[in-house]
């Protein structure tokens, strides 16, 4: 990259904005590049419900929530993990507090104060330190013939040289707000090795039930009446694709109980969405590419054995009807006795050791992931082993990149925002480095 006067970090989320952090503390100049007219927007809306921004459990547990890049990530996640990110917060005049599922959380909930008292750091920083310089509705269209950074901007196009430049550019997940994966052909053409970007924390389609006359996703009632409707109080886990033909109720064997996950998970128009379903969309996702279809098991009476679950339902019901008879015995009514409807047959429902057995370990079998757009997130990315240890690519010295277009992915909890401000310090720290050693 030709030299010039600073640092030029492009994307506005917390990676970049975290690396700006850095820069700007030691005293670095930084000009800060985004397309959208104001930055953090995804981390704007992310806290519309209340703004996760960690996960309180034992560091060893958080570390293995990113999977096969749990090594790559535990260096930045020791330097600023969970208890920097609140640290961090703190010293923002922004209180936090664990929630009951150990999820850390702004003490008002909100996301816009926090935003804001960093921009307030950033512009007008402590003594020593140097403002950052924001340049709004500048879209990164790639390098210039001599490495400079080209941008289009409200007055034409713009190429751009510095000392070292950041890449924080976000995954493919949200579009509208600037993270649309654009970036990808951009930098395969520079020489940077890209994984294609997926769908990650996102939601699957459901294969039909023949049962119920349609042979792909819910039948038009049960959509009508329960989309958008909360599974609560249940268990799942992932099995591989049933031996059974297309619409037909999944036939294999459920997996053990080390496997099963606690929580909720939400019905959709098309299928299943939610917290549960996020937590296991890598498996899902990649048992869907390798094998064509996956098995969800859905347990939906967990706090009941099977053994018990089997005696209720197999209890005489006299005169009542079988609703009558499952909610009376079990509590069974709702959503969870709708999944039953959808799924078995009038056979299987009247079978009391078939019906028992789905209660306990319902297959739904899941056919692909819902587009990416719809996601909360994307995996995929630059390849970590095709950058040194500071991030910065090994092709090309002077380019750094951070936060979602790495090559890693984790759940929601509060792990996806930490992981994207840790690699964001990372970054920055070995920027500085770069452009002051010594």
Known sequence: ?????????????????????????????????????????????????????????????????????????????????????????????????????????????????????????????????????????????????????????????????????????????????????????????AGLDVADLRAANCGFDVAGALARGVAEGWSAVFAERWAGQPFKTVAVAVGGPPNAPPGALPDASPPDARQWHRGEFVATATGVEGSLVYALSAPLRECIAREGSATLWVDLLPDRSAERVLAEVAHPRGSRSLSSHLKGRLGLDGIKLALLNECLDREAMHDAARLAAAIKALPLRLIRPRPMAEAISTAGGVRLESLDEGLMARGRPGLFVAGEMLDWEAPTGGYLLTASLASGAWAGEAMRRWVRPG
Not at 7 to 13: E, H, L, P, Y
Not at 159 to 184: E, I, K
């Open 1 to 189: 990259m030709k030299p010039d006067q600073g640092v030029a970090i492009v994307g506005g989320g917390p990676a970049g904005l975290m690396a700006a952090e850095v820069l700007s503390g030691a005293g670095v100049p930084v000009d800060l590049y985004d397309a959208m007219p104001s930055v953090g927007r995804k981390f704007l809306l992310a806290g519309k419900g209340g703004l996760n921004l960690t996960h309180a459990e034992a560091f060893e547990s958080f570390v293995s929530r990113f999977g096969e890049r749990a090594g790559a990530l535990r260096p930045l996640l020791e330097r600023f993990g969970p208890q920097q990110v609140r640290d961090w917060a703190e010293g923002l005049g922004i209180g936090t507090f664990v929630g009951s599922s150990r999820r850390v959380f702004p003490t008002d909930m909100k996301a816009a104060p926090l935003l804001r008292a960093w921009l307030h750091r950033l512009r007008h920083p402590a003594p020593g330190g140097e403002p950052v310089h924001f340049h709004m509705r500048h879209r990164w269209l790639g390098f210039g013939a001599d490495g400079g950074l080209r941008f289009h901007t409200p007055d034409g196009e713009r190429t751009v040289h510095a000392r070292a430049a950041l890449l924080a550019l976000g995954g493919a997940s949200w579009p509208r707000l600037g993270s649309d994966g654009a970036w990808v052909p951009r930098l395969r053409e």
